[in-house]
């Protein structure tokens, strides 16, 4: 006998259909690559993630294909997450820092027939081309009129791809347990080595950020992205903020200690995360100011990892701004 309570596949378009329904007016915000903000809603991101789903079945991008992105934390790469994956296509991030030898060899072994890419990486893409033998299109994340100058062509601009598709009406059903994202290892012996996300073990991990004794993200959260999307799933953040109804601001390619700091005062963050590097350029800046060029901040909670925290990292943090830092690195 089977207990048909809640009864259903745990997949990634419940999720953005969840977020969109019960949080829809939370915000989204990124910065644009000229540096100002835009501003989006989880009830847009659901939209918008429909209409990647759309514009990839024009393209007769098939379930179970490899879509890859070379991009920043911006909220073209956001829509990418959740339109991919919910279509039962594979997201592929792939991490732009690594040598060009091995994000050729990470596409090339994934098979992606699609890559989405940031006008800045369009160099390291001319390098490698010719090596991606399953590559078929190349999508821009950006609008047509700010498509770089390159001898390239056949270049899509991202914003005109998915502003001119109509948005699907509906998911598609999928087993939970197929794949949804795929990430390549670094720092390992060899090649790089794929890891393959099911729908399944995002939403459970998701679950878990969510609880008091994990991230305890919650709808009251203004969450700082800092973590890169091309990251294991950005420690699967973007999916707990979803689950919980989170605010999540996307600061791009400006990482510098100014630059995080004017997102953390001027969006009121309460929780953002990331690899200790940052933190510690933050901790140095903010010991150069004086009490009066501080800004007032919301913020209760770090999480480092990617590296081991320094117990003067956490001890400056919470002596000088009253905040808690929790190191998740380590086995």
């Excluded at 024009?58 to 879509?67: A, F, K």
Aim: include cysteine; aromatic fraction near 6%.
């Amino acid at each position: 006998m089977l207990g048909l309570m809640q009864q259903r596949e745990l997949t990634i378009g419940s999720l953005i259909d969840h977020a969109a329904q019960n949080h829809g007016t939370r915000e989204v915000v990124g910065r644009r690559h000229d540096g100002s903000l835009e501003r989006s809603t989880w009830a847009d991101i659901s939209v918008r993630s429909r209409k990647v789903a759309a514009a990839l079945d024009d393209m007769d991008i098939e379930p179970g294909d490899r879509v890859a992105t070379l991009a920043w934390n911006r909220l073209p790469h956001l829509e990418l997450y959740f339109g991919v994956t919910s279509a039962g296509r594979v997201l592929h991030t792939v991490n732009p820092r690594l040598h060009a030898d091995q994000v050729a060899y990470i596409i090339a072994h994934s098979s992606a027939r699609l890559l989405c890419v940031e006008p800045d990486f369009l160099p390291v893409l001319e390098t490698i081309i010719g090596r991606l033998p399953d590559l078929e299109r190349i999508v821009v994340l950006c609008s047509k009129a700010e498509l770089p100058e390159t001898r390239r062509g056949g270049l899509i601009p991202y914003h005109e791809w998915v502003d001119t598709a109509d948005p699907i009406t509906a998911w598609p059903p999928l087993d939970e347990n197929i794949a949804s994202n795929l990430c390549y290892t670094s720092g390992t012996t060899g090649h790089p080595k794929g890891v393959l996300y099911s729908h399944r073990s995002t939403l459970l991990h998701a679950f878990s950020a969510c609880s008091a004794d994990s991230m305890a993200i919650s709808a009251r959260d203004n969450i700082l992205l800092v973590t890169p999307l091309f990251h294991v799933n950005a420690w699967g953040v973007p999916f707990a903020a979803a689950m919980a109804g989170a605010s999540v601001v996307l600061p791009g390619s400006a990482l510098d200690p100014q630059s995080i700091l004017d997102l953390l005062a001027s969006e009121k963050i309460s929780f953002t995360l990331g690899v200790p590097t940052v933190w510690l350029g933050l901790v140095a800046h903010l010991g150069s100011l004086s009490r009066e060029e501080t800004p007032p901040l919301a913020l209760t909670r770090i999480f480092m990892g990617g590296a081991a925290t320094p117990r003067s990292l956490i001890k400056d943090f919470r002596d000088l701004l009253g905040v808690e830092v929790v190191q998740a690195w380590g086995m």
